[in-house]
């Protein structure tokens, strides 16, 4: 079992920024793949992006590439989303989520989710 508890969401206006963060604990942080999913009302979940057990590789959706910037130390077992230039259609509940499978941008390959957390985005 991994626990993952998302913190760091509140209202901001159009170009601020957030850093989301997502606490774990449980079982080894590090064995795990992480992945940052949003869902906006009315809509599907969505990926937002995804990064390998060790750091060494990113994934992201077009919509926030070159805006959103997804880290995580080990050490701390804690993930990260830089979330910079934001804008109103990223509003939505931002989830961190694991996965025994690298990269995927598909929610069903991630075993284990935080509660989420709320992101406004004023215009």
């Known amino acids: 079992q991994v626990q993952l508890v998302e913190s760091g969401g509140g209202l901001v206006q159009a170009g601020g920024s957030l850093r989301l963060s997502c606490a774990a604990s449980?079982?080894?942080?590090?064995?795990?793949?992480m992945g940052w999913f949003r869902q906006a009302p009315g809509k599907e979940r969505e990926f937002v992006a995804a990064?390998?057990?060790?750091?060494?590789?990113?994934y992201y959706a077009d919509s926030v590439k070159g805006r959103f910037t997804i880290s995580r130390d080990n050490a701390k077992n804690t993930l990260y989303l830089q979330m910079n230039s934001l804008k109103p259609d990223d509003t939505a509940v931002y989830y961190c989520a694991a996965s025994l499978i690298q990269g995927s941008a598909i929610s069903r390959a991630y075993d284990y989710w935080g509660q989420g957390t709320q992101v406004t985005v004023s215009s």
């Open positions: 990064i390998s057990w060790s750091g060494g590789s990113t």
């Open positions: 449980g079982r080894t942080f590090s064995s795990y793949c």
